[in-house]
Nanobody, 130 residues
């Protein structure tokens, strides 16, 4: 496992933009596929964190949840094992705690649920007001 630290959360009005980042530290000799999940206000039946975006470090491929396609972009940072999530056209329903997750690139096979990632950050709050 590695230590993940998110930053950049905050409050923004609907239609605005925000960028959050995640840096992994620990096993610097390994590459990690990284993802973002989010958890909004609890609702009946909501048990899992919602998948937002993932980056396959080996292939360079990116994946997005249906609710954020076309608005959010996941990208690599210049530092190894660093990712950004650029969020544009934000909506009030995007309000959530956003969590960074990581899995060694050699052992991640594209799973997009929380169970496929073993390292997690502490989360950063994103609040979108109408």
């Amino acid at each position: 496992q590695v230590t993940l630290v998110e930053s950049g959360g905050g409050s923004v009005q609907a239609g605005g933009s925000l960028r959050i980042s995640c840096a992994a530290s620990g096993r610097s000799d390994s590459s990690y596929s990284m993802a973002w999940f989010r958890q909004g206000p609890r609702r009946d039946g909501e048990k899992e964190r919602e998948f937002v975006a993932a980056l396959d470090w080996s292939a360079g491929s990116s994946y997005y949840g249906d609710s954020v396609k076309g608005r959010f972009t996941i990208s690599r940072g210049s530092a190894k094992n660093t990712v950004y999530l650029q969020m544009n056209s934000l909506k009030p329903e995007d309000t959530a705690v956003y969590y960074c997750a990581a899995e060694p690139a050699t052992s991640w096979y594209g799973g997009l649920t929380p169970s496929y990632f073993n390292s997690w950050g502490q989360g950063t709050q994103v609040t979108v007001s109408s």
